[in-house]
């Protein structure tokens, strides 16, 4: 099948290309792969390449260039699927001029994120879609679904296994313990016990952090030295009451080798397993356990840091989550212990 990939990340950032957080650019290599062929098209690169001013902000007045462009584009490629990702920045004006020149395709909008509620925006666009796949599930697919989206399903975060995986770093990349990303979020319901959590660590047990208090946020290369160089990795999210929902930080950290200590969430059994894969916790007091044995037990440690990263090579390699997406859009089901369907 012919795919367009619509998105609207910056490929040309400081953010390198192979960045782990590329989702597109991991679901497009497992669809290469599956043997589909891949458009992408980038939305904000093709703004920032047509605009005549050096400002982002201005980049704006490229628009109507950059609509022109995309529209010719799908005119000629006439894609089986499209699928479509960074909701929030695309308006509903686009996906509809792209449904003018396909209106026989399939419309997969693809979602990562998570807040309370419904985003207005994220309905805007994949109520215009045949399917929303999430990396959430329970109320989130129904929520969505209830606001005017055809069908929803779960789909964890992709690994990448030819880039992604352990290896030695420089003396300046190496932690006890590590946690990327930023301390809070300006969202509404987010976990209590989060922010406190991460600060308590730093002052008490000399955790590194990147991307909140205080510290730049790093990428690419330096963020996946900083994996490999830690012992232990912190995955807490936001949100930890959504059902089978990690940040793709947990799938990054597993990826790379990385013994993982991860706030439980609903469901979490399904993907990965306690003590085998990683290690999970509930409470700040058991977490701060959990930190004393991983260092106390190297082999315990590295052997469970190891079955983790095979786990998510396996089971979530790109072209294993590209082809269940497929599976789904093209038959309305895909095959796994964790999927969900609404």
């Given at each position: 099948m012919k795919i367009l990939f619509l998105h609207a990340r910056r490929e040309l950032t400081r953010k390198a290309l192979f960045d782990p957080t590329n989702y597109q650019r991991k679901l497009s290599k497992g669809l290469v792969r599956n043997g589909h062929d891949v458009l992408g098209f980038s939305y904000l690169d093709c703004l920032a390449q047509l605009s005549p001013f050096s400002s982002r902000k201005l980049a704006?007045?490229?628009?109507?260039?950059?609509?022109?462009?995309?529209?010719?584009?799908?005119?000629?490629?006439?894609?089986?699927?499209?699928?479509?990702?960074?909701?929030?920045?695309?308006?509903?004006?686009?996906?509809e001029?792209?449904?003018?020149?396909?209106?026989?395709?399939?419309?997969?909008?693809?979602?990562?994120?998570?807040?309370?509620?419904?985003?207005?925006?994220?309905?805007?666009v994949a109520r215009l879609c045949d399917w929303l796949v999430a990396t959430s599930a329970g109320d989130v697919l129904t929520r969505y679904k209830d606001a005017g989206v055809p069908h929803c399903a779960f789909m964890p975060n992709p690994a990448d296994p030819d880039i992604e995986g352990p290896r030695q770093v420089e003396p300046k990349w190496r932690s006890e313990m590590l946690f990327t990303g930023k301390i809070s979020?300006?969202?509404?319901?987010?976990?209590?016990?989060?922010?406190?959590?991460?600060?308590?660590?730093?002052?008490?047990?000399?955790?590194?952090?990147?991307?909140?208090?205080?510290?730049s946020s790093i990428s690419g290369r330096d963020?996946?030295?900083?994996?490999?160089?830690?012992?232990?990795?912190l995955s807490v999210n936001a949100f930890n009451d959504v059902r089978?929902?990690?940040?793709?930080?947990?799938?990054?950290?597993?990826?790379?080798g990385a013994f993982v200590l991860a706030k439980y969430v609903p469901g979490s059994e399904l993907l990965l397993r306690d003590g085998e894969h990683l290690c999970y916790f509930n409470t700040p007091a058991q977490c701060l356990e959990g930190i004393d044995r991983a260092l106390a037990d190297n082999d315990r440690r590295?052997?469970?840091?190891?079955?983790?990263?095979?786990?998510?090579?396996?089971?979530?390699?790109?072209?294993?989550?590209?082809?269940?997406?497929?599976?789904?859009?093209?038959?309305?089901?895909y095959k796994e212990d964790w999927a969900e369907i609404v």
């Open positions: 704006r007045f490229a628009r109507a260039k950059a609509l022109g462009l995309l529209s010719e584009t799908v005119r000629q490629y006439r894609p089986d699927v499209v699928m479509v990702s960074h909701l929030k920045r695309l308006d509903r004006r686009i996906l001029l792209v449904k003018e020149q396909a209106s026989g395709a399939t419309y997969v909008a693809l979602y990562g994120d998570q807040s309370r509620g419904c985003d207005p925006r994220v309905v805007a979020h300006k969202l509404a319901g987010q976990d209590g016990e989060r922010e406190g959590l991460i600060r308590r660590l730093v002052d008490e047990r000399g955790m590194t952090v990147w991307g909140c208090l205080g510290r963020y996946t030295d900083a994996i490999c160089g830690t012992k232990i990795a089978l929902y990690h940040s793709d930080r947990l799938t990054h950290y597993l990826s790379h590295r052997a469970i840091a190891h079955a983790g990263m095979r786990r998510v090579h396996d089971a979530f390699n790109c072209e294993r989550m590209a082809a269940n997406i497929m599976e789904l859009v093209t038959n309305g089901e």
